[in-house]
Structure formats: structure tokens, C-alpha cells
């Protein structure tokens, strides 16, 4: 990274972004979030659009936790370019991250129509979750049957699966949730 400084910076954004991903799977969540920021930074002064989406998405990733509304926003900024890159595997990433956003605001039935839609974009495209995402899925999905129970749960996932791709961005970036 410190030997590209100046000289090629969309290899400076994409290496903070790597980073800022080792950080956070070391538990570093603080310095995390400060390489993803960096990686944002710097893809906006240089219009970095593909960088820019996936900085926002990790980001957002990092923030869950702790910052569930802010994480929602920057999920929602990666969406809209990622459906401007027509990036249907980062859409449905930040579509699974949104309704862990929303299940930390007692939000379930809303979680389950953006994690359905989620599904159907990654049954469609051949993107399938990996481990983890696999894990958070279904960490959301417990949490969101716990709140309104399996049938109501079952009903909105099967509303989010059904939807067309630009319904489920509409969906998406409607209005955050309130903390």
C-alpha cells in the first residue's frame, strides 16, 4: 500500500479496503473501519466507483454491530452503486446487511422481505453465500423468527423473493430504521 501511495491510488483504495477486511476479521474493529473510511475517502476524490461500493459495503459490515443506523445508510449508499455498476452479487450482500439492520430495530418482518429478495438475486446469478455470510444469514433470520415467529417470518421472505430487482432496491432504500 505505502508503495503505491501517489503513484497508482486505486491500488492504495483497494489495498485499505483488504486491510480494513484482515483488521476486522482480527477483531480490530476500530482500525477497521478506519482503512474502509480511507478506501472511501479515496475512491471519491478519484471517482472509484466499483471501490467506493465495496468500501461502503465493509464499512457497513463493521458498524453492524455497534452502529446499526449508520451501517444502514452506508449499506444503502453501496446499493445504489452497485446497481449503477449492475453489481446484482453486491446488491444482494447489502440487501442481507440491511436486514440484519433492520432485526436490531425489532424490524423482522421488514429483515425478512430484503434477506428473500436477497436470495432470490444470489438463486439467479449463481452467487451463492459463503461461510459467513451463511452464518449471519441465519443469525438474522433466528433473531428475526424470534421477534414475529416463524409463519409471519416465512410470509415476508416469500413477499422478498418474488420481488423484481428494482422493487427490491426501492424497498431497500426507503426509509431507514429508526434507532
Known sequence: MAASRGRDEHAVAHAANTIG???EAAGETAQARQAFEECVAIS???NFVEAEAYGLASLAHAELPT????AADHYRESIALFLGLEDPRGIAYCLEGLSAAAVAYEQASHAAT???AAAAIRDRTGAPLDSQEQAEVDMTTTRGKEIVGDA???EAFSHGRVMALADAVDVALGEPPNG
Open 21 to 23: 477486511l484482515a483488521l
Open 44 to 46: 471519491r476524490a478519484h
Open 67 to 70: 452502529l446499526p443506523s449508520e
Open 114 to 116: 430484503l434477506l428473500g
Open 152 to 154: 409471519a417470518f416465512a
